[in-house]
């Protein structure tokens, strides 16, 4: 019966260009579920249908938290939505003179996401709907900054806190924004919020907004990483700047880049100019200056804070090379050496040679110019993991120097001396600083071992970044003894696990693949509580997935990153309490998003499962 009368709603036209335009014969319609979120039901239309509704209508009104991602605090949307033409959008900025600069930019940027909602944006064939009256309101978003100006992110959640109020006045045809933030991080939450209320829509051409909302919002965790390592194999900048993208996207705000490690050295240092001309793999694999000091900007307007690593004393090699010609001495050791097994955990090996005293005056230049080309900064993160003694006790310089120090050649005495280079290494890094002392990160390592923390390393200089297990006892130790911490744990945040190996056969070392529920589940205050239910929960500062670079390019980054980034970002930014099954339908429509922007996401289901929201997971009984 119904079939008869859809044909009678069916009919499609012949147009100029030569295409067959066929008029949509589905509606969704948001309907509520028992004890779970709603969900957007795909129906036809039929002559006795009331009103149609695009899949991207429904979903940006369906649900308690509609389309937004990660999910705020508390959250209230409208049902209905107004139309609007980019060209209808105008703002207000309260904030001082350096906020406004910012702001903005941020608003530009919230302007041309604007922009890409449409499907011609990629091809650059953005036409829409010419105004036509009465439908189509006007966008006005009111932006105002309420604490004195703040340049710079710092481990404070109320930095990142905002408001957002969306109302339509019947009979108006203006819709107003209001975003209110203290800082300008997080009004530019708020802009991204805002952006996520609105979409497409086909049957208009033109964008549609949620016609009212009201918004709180502050992150569950201050610090939201994502480590990027650019020395196993090189990353355009322009990778670089699509992933900055795609995190402001995810509310992430740490952009943790390892930079250096043996393989290469791609940053080209005034100072140092030997190190990236030994230590890149081309002249155009490089990171210039201008590059990195662009990047932090570019970053800084996307409320993403740029963090240096610079790795020692291990993950050292390419780029050290020029010691002896300079009249320095070996500046490392057990560089390129085999069976590299024994010496290191992955070719080429190499370590600092912590018996040349050049190395210090040469990692001082370094640090010096690591700090104007990534400050003002607020924590530099020291590497400091995987260090392999068997390569210090297999040089004789190095064997020389403890026996010429009065130390024997056991573990813990090479400990003692890492210990002591690390110290070194962070007043070098105080002293670059101008000397403002700021946190140091560290890797769990050796040093970090049960019973070792509190012997070699300070708890008010250095926050641990735990890359161990989620079950390991030693995460418990670290929180008891007060250390900051972030959580990275490789079971469920290295996103390189999964593939092939590349030093023989069978998978890598870490699979299986990290999928992004697995991602997502991975909740650094219940790993903590798991293993003490005493523990000082505020310790814990975030988290932080790793992208090692072995098997990953330019080519691919943004599929390993995307979207299991977002998991991380919505765990980390919301701290659910429920679990990845919740959050399925704003995963898959906020994936689509991603793709919009630009951002070559991984896709995880069937398009059929985004328009048929319900009907794919296997339900718990
Ligand atoms: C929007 O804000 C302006 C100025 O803040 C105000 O005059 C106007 O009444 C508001 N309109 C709606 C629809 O809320
Ligand atoms: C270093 O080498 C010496 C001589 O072979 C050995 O006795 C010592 O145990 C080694 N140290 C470590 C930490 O392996
Ligand atoms: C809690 O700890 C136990 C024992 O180590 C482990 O088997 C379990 O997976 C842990 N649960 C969580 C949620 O981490």
């Given at each position: 019966m119904?079939?008869?009368?859809?044909?009678?709603?069916?009919?499609?036209?012949?147009?100029?260009?030569?295409?067959?335009?066929?008029?949509?014969p589905?509606?969704?319609?948001?309907?509520?579920?028992?004890g779970?979120?709603?969900?957007?039901?795909?129906?036809?239309?039929?002559?006795?249908?009331?009103?149609?509704?695009?899949?991207?209508?429904?979903?940006?009104?369906?649900?308690?938290?509609?389309?937004?991602?990660?999910?705020?605090?508390?959250?209230?949307?409208?049902?209905?939505?107004?139309?609007?033409l980019?060209?209808?959008?105008?703002?207000?900025?309260?904030?001082?003179?350096?906020?406004?600069?910012?702001?903005?930019?941020?608003?530009?940027?919230?302007?041309?996401?604007?922009?890409?909602?449409?499907?011609?944006?990629?091809?650059?064939?953005?036409?829409?709907?010419?105004?036509?009256?009465?439908?189509?309101?006007?966008?006005?978003v009111?932006?105002?900054i309420?604490?004195?100006?703040?340049?710079?992110?710092?481990?404070d959640?109320?930095?990142?806190?905002?408001s957002?109020?969306?109302?339509?006045?019947?009979?108006?045809?203006i819709t107003?924004?209001?975003?209110?933030a203290?800082?300008?991080?997080?009004?530019?939450?708020?802009?991204?919020?805002?952006s996520q209320?609105?979409?497409?829509?086909?049957?208009?051409?033109?964008?549609?907004?949620v016609?009212?909302?009201?918004?709180?919002?502050?992150?569950?965790?201050?610090?939201?990483?994502?480590?990027?390592?650019?020395?196993?194999?090189?990353?355009?900048v322009?990778?670089?700047?699509?992933?900055?993208?795609?995190?402001?996207?995810?509310?992430?705000?740490?952009?943790?880049?390892?930079?250096?490690?043996?393989?290469?050295?791609?940053?080209?240092?005034?100072?140092?100019?030997?190190m990236?001309?030994?230590?890149?793999?081309?002249?155009?694999?490089?990171?210039?200056p201008?590059?990195?000091?662009?990047?932090?900007?570019?970053?800084?307007?996307?409320?993403?804070?740029?963090?240096?690593?610079?790795?020692?004393?291990?993950?050292?090699?390419?780029?050290?090379?020029?010691?002896?010609?300079?009249?320095?001495?070996?500046?490392t050791?057990?560089?390129?050496?085999?069976?590299?097994?024994?010496?290191?955990?992955?070719?080429?090996?190499?370590?600092?040679?912590?018996?040349?005293?050049?190395?210090?005056?040469?990692?001082?230049?370094?640090?010096?110019?690591?700090?104007?080309?990534?400050?003002?900064?607020d924590?530099?993160?020291?590497?400091?993991?995987?260090?392999?003694?068997?390569?210090?006790?297999?040089?004789?310089?190095?064997?020389?120097?403890?026996?010429?120090?009065?130390?024997d050649?056991?573990?813990?005495?090479?400990y003692?001396?890492?210990?002591?280079?690390?110290?070194?290494?962070?007043?070098?890094?105080?002293?670059?600083?101008?000397?403002?002392?700021?946190?140091?990160?560290?890797?769990?390592?050796?040093?970090?071992?049960?019973?070792?923390?509190?012997?070699?390393?300070?708890?008010?200089k250095?926050?641990?970044?735990?890359?161990?297990?989620?079950?390991?006892?030693?995460?418990?130790?670290?929180?008891?003894?007060?250390?900051?911490?972030?959580?990275?744990?490789?079971?469920?945040?290295?996103?390189?696990?999964?593939?092939?190996?590349?030093?023989?056969?069978?998978?890598?070392?870490?699979?299986?693949?990290?999928?992004?529920?697995?991602?997502?589940?991975?909740?650094?205050?219940?790993?903590?509580?798991?293993?003490?239910?005493?523990?000082?929960?505020?310790?814990?500062?975030?988290?932080?997935?790793?992208?090692?670079?072995?098997?990953?390019?330019?080519?691919?980054?943004?599929?390993?990153l995307?979207?299991?980034?977002?998991?991380?970002?919505?765990?980390?930014w919301?701290?659910?309490?429920?679990d990845?099954?919740?959050?399925?339908?704003?995963?898959?429509?906020?994936?689509?998003?991603?793709?919009?922007?630009?951002?070559?996401?991984?896709?995880?289901?069937?398009?059929?499962?985004?328009?048929?929201?319900?009907?794919?997971?296997?339900?718990?009984?």
């Open positions: 119904w079939s008869l009368q859809v044909f009678t709603v069916f009919a499609f036209a012949y147009v100029a260009s030569g295409q067959f335009e066929l008029p949509n589905w509606t969704w319609r948001c309907v509520p579920q028992e779970k979120d709603s969900v957007c039901v795909k129906e036809l239309v039929t002559a006795t249908t009331s009103g149609t509704s695009s899949n991207a209508a429904c979903k940006i009104t369906c649900g308690k938290y509609g389309p937004l991602w990660p999910k705020p605090k508390s959250a209230k949307i409208g049902n209905e939505v107004q139309y609007f980019p060209s209808a959008v105008s703002e207000n900025i309260v904030a001082s003179e350096a906020d406004k600069a910012l702001v903005v930019q941020a608003v530009e940027i919230f302007k041309d996401n604007l922009n890409a909602y449409h499907p011609g944006y990629k091809k650059r064939q953005v036409v829409w709907r010419s105004r036509d009256g009465a439908k189509f309101i006007e966008l006005r009111s932006i105002e309420e604490g004195p100006s703040q340049s710079h992110l710092t481990l959640v109320s930095d990142e806190q905002y957002l109020f969306v109302e339509t006045l019947p009979s108006s045809s107003n924004a209001t975003i209110r203290k800082t300008f991080f997080g009004a530019r939450h708020g802009l991204e919020t805002l209320l609105i979409d497409y829509e086909e049957a208009e051409n033109s964008l549609m907004i016609n009212s909302a009201d918004i709180a919002d502050q992150p569950s965790f201050t610090y939201r990483g994502l480590l990027l390592d650019t020395s196993r194999n090189y990353i355009s322009d990778s670089i700047k699509r992933t900055l993208d795609a995190m402001a996207a995810n509310k992430l705000n740490t952009f943790h880049w390892h930079i250096t490690d043996s393989h290469s050295f791609p940053m080209v240092l005034k100072s140092l100019p030997k990236a001309y030994y230590g890149s793999y081309s002249d155009r694999d490089l990171y210039q201008e590059d990195i000091r662009n990047l932090v900007v570019y970053g800084r307007v996307r409320g993403v804070r740029v963090l240096p690593e610079f790795d020692a004393p291990a993950h050292v090699g390419s780029g050290w090379e020029w010691g002896p010609q300079e009249g320095l001495g070996e500046l050791v057990c560089y390129k050496q085999e069976p590299w097994q024994e010496y290191c955990v992955e070719p080429p090996c190499g370590q600092l040679n912590i018996a040349n005293e050049n190395i210090y005056p040469v990692l001082g230049k370094i640090y010096k110019e690591m700090v104007e080309l990534f400050g003002p900064i924590m530099f993160h020291f590497g400091g993991d995987e260090v392999n003694l068997n390569c210090w006790n297999s040089s004789e310089e190095i064997v020389n120097y403890m026996s010429s120090n009065r130390v050649r056991s573990a813990d005495s090479f003692g001396q890492w210990s002591i280079f690390q110290n070194r290494a962070y007043d070098l890094l105080t002293e670059a600083n101008n000397n403002l002392p700021v946190p140091g990160i560290l890797w769990t390592s050796h040093l970090t071992e049960k019973g070792r923390t509190t012997r070699f390393l300070d708890k008010n250095y926050i641990i970044q735990i890359w161990s297990t989620g079950t390991d006892p030693l995460i418990k130790e670290l929180l008891e003894n007060k250390f900051r911490v972030i959580f990275s744990n490789y079971d469920a945040w290295y996103l390189d696990c999964g593939l092939g190996a590349w030093v023989g056969d069978g998978h890598n070392w870490c699979s299986p693949y990290k999928e992004w529920q697995a991602v997502y589940d991975n909740s650094p205050n219940k790993i903590a509580l798991n293993l003490s239910s005493t523990v000082d929960l505020s310790l814990i500062l975030g988290g932080e997935a790793a992208l090692w670079s072995e098997q990953v390019d330019s080519e691919s980054v943004d599929v390993r995307w979207p299991r980034g977002s998991a991380l970002g919505e765990r980390l919301s701290d659910p309490d429920h990845w099954r919740d959050a399925e339908y704003r995963m898959v429509n906020h994936r689509q998003r991603l793709v919009k922007r630009g951002v070559q996401a991984d896709r995880l289901q069937p398009e059929w499962c985004h328009q048929n929201e319900g009907l794919c997971y296997i339900n718990k009984a």
